[in-house]
DNA sequence: GCCACCGGTGGC
DNA sequence: GCCACCGGTGGC
């Protein structure tokens, strides 16, 4: 789903995902052919991307895999008792694959299933979304599969596993579909970020919305799409969680940390490149990630900026009058919520 | 000039 | 500490 962007939850191709190797991951994120969205949007960006990506095959280290964990398994064997919160969840995932020093995209998407918790890689983005929309109500079993491979079973080797050097992170479940003709766009920050992810919308006219706020704006300005029955509960800008911690730069605790004029030592900051997690350990569900073994204490020099401050009150005032307006987000959103704690 | 991307604030 | 939002700007 990258839409200009590079990384988007981009579906891999269906022929990828019998064995979900590193190599798979490689082919999917270098070629053009393992996106098959079919939006004229995600094309543009997709190509885009493409070349971008082929010059950081290499990187193959920052692949990132997207997913849901959670099988809401009660029960699961592989449950550790002690598992974050996180873990309660459905597991969704797709994986993602550098398409330029600081971005990455989503190679593959993956589903673990309720009952062996083994990951199935989902063909398309379009079916991972699908998937996702209900995966609460419906979870996820490998015989799901067998819309796109007849003969899985639980008892085939899962797909994809955590263990083989791609970076994973939890989607949300129960995310809306796009409506049609628009797509959602995962934008996968590189390492070091201030924030994880963006999430974009690009509407059929290929405007491009970063908000819900956004939203609610071109809405107005377009009716046409609310006669269609497009409305704010169909979008969600809630963007995944990287599984391995740290992979996002903490935010600085206050401005004297960073005005004391000491440059940074090469070694307190994450890498640009990305630094592959320290095997399985951090991965497994449910397991806490690595930041404990990787201090940081990100500093820049940059000064704070109070002019914002006054555009922000105007921005905020702005949006409560249209939060007026705005359909009550639903339990979705309270859901979600809730299901983050 | 546009816009994709990044940073970071305010509010919670 | 997280997240929604959006300003600024480099690269095109």
């Given at each position: 789903m990258v839409g200009g962007e590079e990384n988007d939850l981009n579906e891999p191709s269906l022929s990828n995902h019998q064995e979900t190797t590193q190599q798979d991951v490689i082919a999917v994120s270098s070629s053009?052919?393992?996106?098959?969205?079919?939006?004229s949007e995600s094309e543009l960006h997709e190509t885009r991307n493409e070349n971008v990506q082929s010059q950081s095959n290499e990187n193959v280290s920052r692949e990132l895999v997207l997913y849901n964990p959670s099988a809401n398994d009660e029960g699961g064997a592989h449950e550790p008792v002690s598992t974050p919160v996180r873990h309660q969840r459905p597991p969704l995932l797709g994986h993602l694959t550098p398409n330029s020093s600081r971005v990455l995209r989503v190679g593959a998407f993956t589903v673990q299933c309720a009952s062996c918790f083994k990951w199935r890689l989902i063909p398309t983005k379009e079916k991972y979304e699908e998937i996702r929309e209900h995966l609460l109500e419906e979870p996820f079993y490998c015989e799901t599969a067998r819309e796109w491979r007849p003969d899985i079973s639980c008892n085939d080797p899962a797909d994809i596993t955590q263990d083989d050097g791609r970076l994973w992170a939890i989607d949300k479940p129960n995310i809306a579909q796009p409506p049609p003709g628009w797509q959602r766009l995962l934008h996968i920050r590189g390492e070091g970020s201030t924030k994880f992810a963006d999430v974009y919308y690009i509407a059929p006219s290929g405007k491009r919305l970063r908000s819900m706020v956004d939203i609610q704006k071109y809405l107005i300005e377009h009716p046409e799409y609310q006669t269609e029955g497009v409305c704010m509960t169909r979008f969600s800008f809630q963007t995944p969680k990287p599984l391995q911690e740290n992979y996002v730069r903490k935010r600085r605790a206050n401005m004297n940390a960073s005005c004391d004029g000491s440059k940074l030592e090469s070694g307190e900051v994450y890498p640009i490149s990305w630094a592959r997690p320290d095997n399985s350990t951090g991965l497994q569900l449910g397991r806490p990630g690595l930041s404990e073994l990787f201090p940081t204490a990100p500093v820049d020099n940059r000064v704070s900026q109070p002019a914002k401050k006054a555009k922000r009150a105007v921005t905020k005032e702005m949006h409560s009058s249209l939060a007026s307006t705005e359909p009550p987000d639903l339990s979705l959103e309270r859901y979600f919520n809730e299901y983050k704690k």
């Open positions: 053009s052919s393992s996106f098959s969205s079919s939006s």
